[in-house]
C-alpha cells in the first residue's frame, strides 16, 4: 500500500512554522530591534543581500557589511556555508565594528528523550523508599 503525501503551500506572507528564517540585527548606528527573513526562494548571496536592502530600506550605496555572532562576513564565497535557519546576523559598517547595543542569540534545546525519562527513573531507584527533601 503506498502512502500519499500532501504539502500545502500557503500563498500569504511565510510563517516560521514552514520557513526558514534568519534574525537580522542592524548595528550600524543603534539599538533598532531585530527583523525576520525569511530564506525561501533565496538561493544566493546576491537574492539574500536584495531582501537584506529592501527589509532595511538600504539603497545600493550604502555601505553595510553582514556577518555572524562569531563575526564571520557572509560573501558570495561564504553565504551557502554561514547562513541556516534561526541563525542571528548583524549588519555593521565593518568586521571589526563595535555592537552598539546588545542583541539575543537564539538556542533552541531539545533534550534527549532518555534524559529526561531515565533521570526520572535513577532518582526514583536511587532514592531506595526514603522520603524526598522538603524545599
Known amino acids: 500500500m503506498a502512502s500519499k503525501t500532501t504539502i500545502e503551500m500557503d500563498a500569504g506572507e511565510p510563517s516560521e512554522h514552514n520557513s526558514a528564517i534568519v534574525f537580522v540585527y542592524d548595528r550600524r548606528r543603534g539599538n533598532a530591534p531585530e527583523k525576520k527573513i525569511a530564506l ?3 538561493f544566493s548571496y546576491e537574492a ?3 531582501k537584506i536592502i529592501e527589509e532595511f530600506g538600504l ?3 550604502d555601505h553595510f557589511v553582514i556577518v555572524t555572532t562569531t563575526r564571520q562576513e ?3 564565497e561564504t553565504y551557502d556555508n554561514l547562513v541556516e535557519d534561526r541563525d ?3 549588519l555593521l559598517f565593518s568586521v571589526k565594528q563595535e555592537l552598539s547595543a546588545p ?3 537564539r538556542v533552541d534545546y531539545q533534550p534527549h528523550y532518555d534524559t529526561l525519562v531515565k533521570s526520572g527513573m535513577y532518582e526514583y ?3 531506595e523508599g526514603q522520603n524526598p527533601l522538603l524545599f
Do not use: D
Open 103 to 105: 542583541a539575543q542569540e
Open 40 to 42: 525561501a526562494g533565496l
Open 48 to 50: 539574500f543581500k536584495a
Open 88 to 90: 542571528t546576523l548583524y
Open 59 to 61: 539603497t545600493q550605496k
Open 125 to 127: 531507584y536511587a532514592s
Open 74 to 76: 557572509v560573501t558570495n
